[in-house]
């Protein structure tokens, strides 16, 4: 019974210890992740992600390391300028373990190693710069510390990414000059807006008052061409009319009586003349031959008595 009962004991230490050697043998390792193994104090190898096996008490994970993008604010610092300003600088810092082994054994502490260079970095870039220069060339100086990190990190097994500055941020005296620089700069701008627009008026009135005298000549121009056409116009009718009139004058004399027409014709404008004369005026002019008056009208009064006869 006692024997039973030893046995029993022993066969649970037993299973109780190959559940514990098979526990510590089995390693189930993340996805992103390596896990070093040492082996009595000595690196062996890295555990990839899933199933591994070890030999329990013998072999150890020393260190467990993310592959993943790891942010890393760097705490604000104080920075001196190429102009001797001092410029809190505040940053972020990106960065990414390559090789686990290196980041085991190539520092103690690779993430207090890559935020110190970034900080002493930092300044080392901020210092070659003037004041305004740091505000323009952000993309500079975050490509500055990624190379002077990423180059001293590789042997710390860890890739560095990127660097963001997150805030610049300058003494106050510094900010309130800067604001009455943008102040008076705006004032500026705006001062010069207004001189353009009242130039660009001006021009546009003197523009506007050119054309407008431009139309206006091509106006009366065209007015005094239209008149002259139309003054041309008219001599060349009142001409057409007058040749056409004597044309028609001469046919008539050709034909019988025309003679004789013209003469009564002519005696009646000789006489309305005078009448017209002795109206407009006191004093009479008087031919000096009153004998061809006489006759002229005579011979009037002998044609128009002629047209009273009959016809035989």
Known sequence: MYEISGFLVLTIVLLVVAVAFAMQSIKVVPQQTAWVVERLGKFHAVLTPGLNFIIPFIDRVAYRHSLKE???DTPSQVCITRDNT?????GVLFFQVTDPQRASYGTSNYVIAITQLAQ???RSVVGKMELDKTFEERDLINKSVVSAIDEAALNWGVKVLRYEIKDLTPPAVILQAMQQQITAEREKRAVVAASEGRKLEQIN???????????????EKQAEINKAEGQAAATLAIATATAEALRRIAAATEEKGGMTAVNLQVAEKYVA?????????????VPGNMADMSTLITSAM???????????
């Open 273 to 285: 003349a005078f009448g017209e004369l002795a109206k407009s005026s006191n004093t009479l002019v």
């Open 205 to 219: 009135l003197a523009t506007g008052a050119r054309e407008a005298a431009i139309a206006q000549s091509e106006g």
């Open 302 to 312: 002998k044609i128009v008595e002629g047209t009273k006869k009959p016809a035989p």
């Open 120 to 122: 002493t970095t930092l």
């Open 70 to 72: 790891i942010p890393l």
């Open 86 to 90: 001092q410029l809190t600088v505040d």
